[in-house]
């Protein structure tokens, strides 16, 4: 959980940046500065003019060319596919079991060990506090969107220019769908919680055991794309450039949290079949 608080801190802030860089510039009674909005084929798509007394000055911010733009993006969706289509590979090679696959295991090896021991009691507040975890998460992500919509819906409605709003258009939907996919997975891992707690007296096959993997998929599912949502929202915030260098520290990122576990005894739990 230490790693979503962090990134939950991480939006928040790229909220705030989302709605500022539209809003300080062009706040009512700031008569000294002014941001204008250029045409599309103009080198830079914004120019700040400042104003003092009777002098003016402006500021031209650098606007990358078309060609690099689609570099960049094109790279950053890249990096961020072929890692996990490479995790997935990997997933499949039964040589390599990554934390995903561990924390799957030792779910379903929870649920067998209940219904042997007939811990009911125990399973079920365990499963109460999992259950309360993944909705939090569900209606942050939701309240975030709902956040991040408003303040992009705003600046959208102020772009004149027919390619931006295209742009912002693009971007909002992509920053959408990865937050609604993330907020669908962690309500359907309180869903299945919910289901493995009325099975569990009742049911004595596999059944649960298989439910309660199908819990941590979710799980991880869900926190992995928030985490993702985070590279459409640089996008936002920064441009292609940010949205580069936000997919190469998720790339790092996803490595050092997905490698095999170690040091956590793991065979040793396989083997002991508990």
Same mark, same amino acid.
């Given at each position: 959980?230490?790693?979503?608080?962090?990134?939950?801190?991480? +939006?928040?802030?790229?909220?705030? =940046?989302?709605? /500022?860089?539209?809003?300080?510039?062009?706040?009512?009674?700031?008569?000294?500065?002014?941001?204008?909005?250029?045409?599309?084929?103009?080198?830079?798509?914004?120019?700040?003019?400042?104003? &003092?007394? %009777? /002098?003016?000055?402006?500021? @031209?911010?650098?606007?990358?060319?078309?060609? !690099?733009? !689609?570099? @960049?993006?094109?790279?950053?969706?890249?990096?961020?596919?072929?890692?996990?289509?490479? @995790? =997935?590979?990997?997933?499949?090679?039964?040589?390599?079991?990554?934390?995903?696959?561990?924390?799957?295991?030792? %779910?379903?090896?929870?649920?067998?060990?209940?219904?042997?021991?007939?811990?009911? +009691?125990?399973?079920?507040?365990? +499963?109460?506090?999992?259950?309360?975890?993944?909705?939090?998460?569900?209606? &942050?992500?939701?309240?975030?969107? &709902?956040?991040?919509?408003?303040?992009?819906?705003?600046?959208?409605?102020?772009?004149?220019? %027919?390619?931006? %709003?295209?742009?912002?258009?693009?971007?909002?939907?992509? !920053?959408?769908?990865?937050? @609604?996919? /993330?907020?669908?997975?962690?309500?359907?891992?309180?869903?299945?919680?919910?289901?493995?707690?009325?099975?569990?007296?009742?049911?004595?096959?596999?059944?649960?055991?298989?439910?309660?993997?199908?819990?941590?998929?979710?799980?991880?599912?869900?926190?992995?794309?928030?985490?993702?949502?985070?590279?459409?929202?640089?996008?936002?915030?920064?441009?292609?450039?940010?949205?580069?260098?936000?997919?190469?520290?998720?790339?790092?990122?996803?490595?050092?949290?997905?490698?095999?576990?170690?040091?956590?005894?793991?065979?040793?739990?396989?083997?002991?079949?508990?």
């Amino acid at each position: 959980m230490c790693y979503t608080r962090v990134y939950i801190l991480l +939006l928040t802030a790229s909220t705030f =940046l989302v709605s /500022s860089t539209n809003g300080f510039l062009a706040a009512p009674g700031n008569n000294r500065c002014r941001i204008v909005t250029l045409p599309h084929s103009h080198p830079s798509r914004f120019v700040v003019v400042k104003e &003092t007394g %009777r /002098s003016a000055t402006t500021q @031209l911010h650098a606007h990358l060319s078309p060609a !690099v733009n !689609v570099a @960049l993006i094109s790279s950053s969706v890249a990096i961020l596919s072929g890692y996990h289509v490479n @995790l =997935l590979q990997k997933e499949l090679n039964e040589d390599t079991k990554t934390w995903r696959q561990y924390q799957a295991d030792i %779910r379903e090896d929870w649920a067998r060990h209940v219904r042997e021991t007939e811990g009911w +009691l125990y399973a079920i507040q365990s +499963l109460r506090n999992a259950i309360t975890a993944q909705t939090f998460l569900a209606s &942050t992500v939701l309240s975030l969107l &709902t956040l991040i919509t408003g303040r992009m819906w705003e600046i959208l409605r102020a772009t004149s220019d %027919r390619w931006e %709003r295209r742009l912002l258009t693009v971007q909002l939907a992509n !920053v959408s769908m990865f937050m @609604l996919l /993330s907020a669908y997975q962690f309500l359907q891992g309180a869903r299945l919680m919910t289901h493995a707690g009325f099975m569990f007296p009742v049911v004595k096959d596999s059944r649960v055991d298989n439910i309660m993997r199908k819990t941590q998929n979710s799980q991880w599912l869900g926190l992995r794309w928030m985490y993702m949502s985070l590279a459409p929202i640089s996008w936002v915030v920064g441009g292609s450039r940010a949205f580069f260098i936000v997919a190469c520290l998720l790339f790092l990122f996803f490595r050092s949290i997905d490698k095999q576990p170690e040091g956590l005894g793991y065979e040793d739990f396989q083997g002991s079949n508990i």
